[in-house]
């Protein structure tokens, strides 16, 4: 046990980057190293915490084990534990001051949108959907495109900002696709648009006004209105609630938020006040932050060893985490494709649950 402890320090003195400001490729390195040493304490804690679960049943001096049994010591919580505790309900406490109430929907995730891609796309070579599939209606969830957003023709897909990622839903990631999927059915898109000054002299309209298009449900999808159920109606014993309604105090003080990401974090289909508090309780909004004790990067502080599939899937590595739109993208991939959704980021600790 005492070689492990000390297996663990050694390494921790090895955390701390290089002093003195590092080139890209320098910062690269050095985060990677410190991914694989996290890693190293990680699989070291898991043996410390074996050891301390079958040290009484071993007996001592049999070779295995370097130190008698002792008596376990009480848990002490620290009084200033940096990540300020709920109340009984959950909101969030002093010393961040008066709360206000913030309300939001979390769209469907992968799970339902794969049993929609499933019935509206899937073929012999894609079994589980298409999200390939050309042709008018296109991509995994079969939204319509035409056009281009600028031109007076337009589909589906460029009405609700689909070429923000891609021209096609057929050449956009099945994450995007989703995103935009979410915003047709619950979240709407809006921008600002730019007309040709000549054009709108002519007409005489603005040259710049607010395009806002409200989301208009779910059931254009015929699969979602013939057997699959609304994600905010299911009917069916056993079907989880796709759309889940939550209710949150957060500080009404502007200084506990990263505004500067707001648009970042509403464009991918996050809960802008949320995610904006908790990039500055994990980061104060930094988003080249790497943690000391906690593993994590950026913004969010987010562990890359644990959601590798979702780097690959994103083709992302640890040192894009400390790009602002690369780490709410991630935010948002660990939010619609695990399990764990928000209270991956600490939400079920912090605040109330869902409604």
């Given at each position: 046990m005492?070689?492990i ?11 701390s980057l290089?002093?003195?400001?590092l080139?890209p ?7 990677e190293r410190r991914?694989?040493l996290l890693r190293?304490?990680?699989l070291a804690?898991s ?8 040290q009484?049943t071993?007996?001592?001096g049999s070779?295995f ?5 002792r008596?376990?010591s ?7 534990y ?5 109340d ?5 406490k002093?010393?961040y ?5 913030y309300t939001f929907?979390l ?5 339902y949108w ?7 796309t ?8 298409n999200?390939k599939n050309s042709?008018?209606f ?8 035409d ?7 337009k589909g589906t897909?460029?009405r609700w ?7 096609r839903?057929d050449?956009a990631?099945?994450?995007?696709q989703i995103i935009v999927?979410?915003r ?9 648009v ?7 002299a002519r007409?005489g ?8 298009k409200?989301?208009v449900g779910f ?5 979602v209105?013939?057997?699959?159920k ?13 759309v889940?309604?939550?209710?949150v105090?957060?500080?009404t003080?502007?200084?506990?938020y990263?505004?500067?990401i707001?648009p970042?974090?509403?464009k ?8 904006s508090h908790i990039?500055w309780l994990?980061?104060k909004?930094n988003s080249?932050?790497?943690?000391e004790?906690i593993?994590g990067?950026?913004l ?12 690959s899937e994103?083709g992302?590595d640890l040192?894009d ?16 494709a695990?399990?764990?959704r928000?209270n991956?980021?600490g939400?079920d600790?912090?605040y109330r649950?869902h409604l």
């Open positions: 005492r070689f402890r000390a297996y663990i320090s050694n390494i921790m003195e090895d955390l290089p002093a003195g400001r080139s490729s320098q910062r690269k390195a050095a985060l991914a694989f190293r304490i990680r804690v043996s410390v915490l074996l050891l301390s679960i079958l009484p071993i007996a001592y070779g084990l370097m130190e008698p049994p008596a376990a009480p848990v002490v919580l620290p009084t200033d940096p990540v300020v505790l709920p009984i309900v959950g909101s969030v002093e010393p001051g008066p709360t206000y109430t929907k769209a469907p995730d992968y799970a794969d049993r929609v891609a499933y019935c509206e899937r073929n012999n070579e894609n079994p589980n959907g999200w042709g008018r296109a991509g995994g969830l079969g939204i319509m495109t056009g281009t957003f600028s031109s007076s023709k897909w460029e900002g689909g070429e923000q990622f891609a021209p839903p050449e990631s099945k994450f995007d999927a979410n047709i059915g619950l979240y709407g898109w809006t921008t600002w730019n007309r040709d000054p000549d054009v709108a007409k309209v603005p040259v710049t006004y607010f395009y806002d409200h989301p059931t254009g999808w015929g699969c209105k013939g057997t699959i609304s994600p905010d109606k299911q009917t069916k014993k056993g079907e989880k609630d796709y889940m309604k939550h209710s105090q957060l500080p003080n502007p200084q506990y990263c505004p500067e707001e970042l974090l509403t991918y289909g996050l809960p802008a006040k949320l995610f990039a994990q980061s909004c080249e932050y790497i943690g004790d593993p990067v950026g969010f502080g987010i562990d890359a060893s644990q959601y590798m599939v979702g780097m994103m992302y040192f985490m400390i790009e602002p739109e690369k780490a709410v993208r991630m935010a948002a991939w660990i939010v619609y695990t399990p764990e928000i991956a980021f939400y600790f912090i649950k």
